[in-house]
Structures are given as C-alpha cells and as structure tokens.
C-alpha cells in the first residue's frame, strides 16, 4: 500500500514538475571519477514526510532514482539503480543520495523532493564529474610512451630494410668484389717487383787479362 502510494506521488510529481523554475536555485555538487559523493537537500518542513530523488534529462524529462514512504521505511528504487551504486538515506531534516564508483555519465540535474501534503517541494543539485588531473597525467605519458616506442620501431624498420637492400645488392652483382681483389693484388705484384741489377760497364782504362 505504501509503496503503491509512493509510485502514485512520483508519476503525479514527474508530470507536472517545472525543471526550468527548479534551476534557478540549483547548488553544484563535483566529483571524480572511481570516487564517492552524498548529494544533500534540507526538509523545508520539520516533519516526517514522502522523499524522492529524481534526475532530469534534456532539461526536460524527469527519470525516477528512488523514493522513501518516510524515514522508518526501507527506499525503493528503480531498476536501473538497483546496481548497489546508489543509496538513499534521511534522518527527517536532510536528505540523502550517495553515489558510489562515480562515473562522468553520472554528471546531470538531481532534484529532491519532499511531499508535505499537497505538491512536492523540489530542489536542483547540479552534479558535474570532473576527470582527475592525475588521469589526465597519466595519458599524456602513456601516449608520449606510444610515440617513442613508434619511432624507435620505425627507425629500426628503416636500418632493417637498407640493410636487406644492400645483401640483395651484393648477391645480384658478385663479381665487383672480385674483380676489385684481382686489381689489388697486380698493384701490389707490380709495387713489390724487386729491381734488376744493372750491367757493370766497362771502364775504359781498365786492362783486362786474362789467366790460362
């Protein structure tokens, strides 16, 4: 019974409420990715009454996040936040949503609301998840890693790919090395050729005999 009138509130509360006159008082609320935020709103009232989180898309819709009969009653919430990751609390005064393992698509408009006989009274939270600098750090040097590491394997493709050209070279044209080592080893027969002694001449005033 309870429950059904809570889901009676929500539906007459998403159909007629103005997101618009809502935002005019909104409180901004930031988070990190992977981290833990409480979303809070006070209770216009001092009493004991009907709460509801909702979360507005396009400016427009109103999706239901969860909703609590009063304080002594467990929460109900909506299939997709029935995942652990939201819990809603109140202790009469304040409102409650925690949000655990934040993720950017968590950013949006919150509202809370209070039926205190009559329409809800809502508030806007505005909810905005920043990505964290270290995060930021962190693909910046993986990325520098990832650029280096290209360049190193494309200067390796380089020095690969002449150093295959020039194998290919030297196996289509085999004699060069060989004529080149002939060429040699003539300048070096020729350099090395040792000298002919030459003819003694005869000194004119020289006699010459000769013994039997």
């Known amino acids: ?14 159909s007629w ?20 935020v409480t979303l809070t709103c006070s209770n216009p009232s001092s ?3 009907a709460t509801l989180w909702l979360r507005v898309f396009n400016r427009t819709k109103a999706s239901f996040i969860s909703a609590m ?22 202790n009469i005064s304040t409102l409650f949503l925690q949000i655990k393992h934040v993720d950017v698509s968590d950013s949006g408009l919150y509202l809370c609301g209070f039926y205190i006989g009559g329409p809800f009274h809502f ?5 905005n998840v920043k990505e964290s600098d ?12 990832l650029t280096v590491l290209l360049l190193m394997v494309i200067i390796g493709l380089v020095v690969k790919n002449r150093k295959l050209q020039k194998a290919a070279n030297e196996e289509q044209n085999p004699q060069q090395p060989e004529n080149q080592t002939s060429e040699e080893l003539n300048y070096a027969a020729v350099a090395f050729c040792p000298k002919t002694r030459k003819t003694r ?3 004119p005033n020289v006699v010459y005999a000769s013994t039997r």
């Open 1 to 14: 019974m309870k429950q059904s009138l809570i889901t009676a509130l929500i539906l007459c509360s998403i």
């Open 69 to 90: 009969f009063s304080s002594t009653v467990k929460p109900l919430y909506s299939n997709g936040s029935q995942n652990g990751r939201f819990n809603m609390s109140t």
């Open 123 to 127: 508030s806007a939270i505005h909810f």
């Open 201 to 203: 001449e005869v000194e």
């Open 17 to 36: 409420i103005s997101v618009s006159g809502s935002e005019s008082h909104t409180e901004t609320v930031e988070g990190r990715p992977g981290g833990e």
């Open 47 to 49: 009493r004991d009454a």
């Open 134 to 145: 270290g995060t930021a750090k962190l693909m910046s040097l993986i990325l520098g890693a």
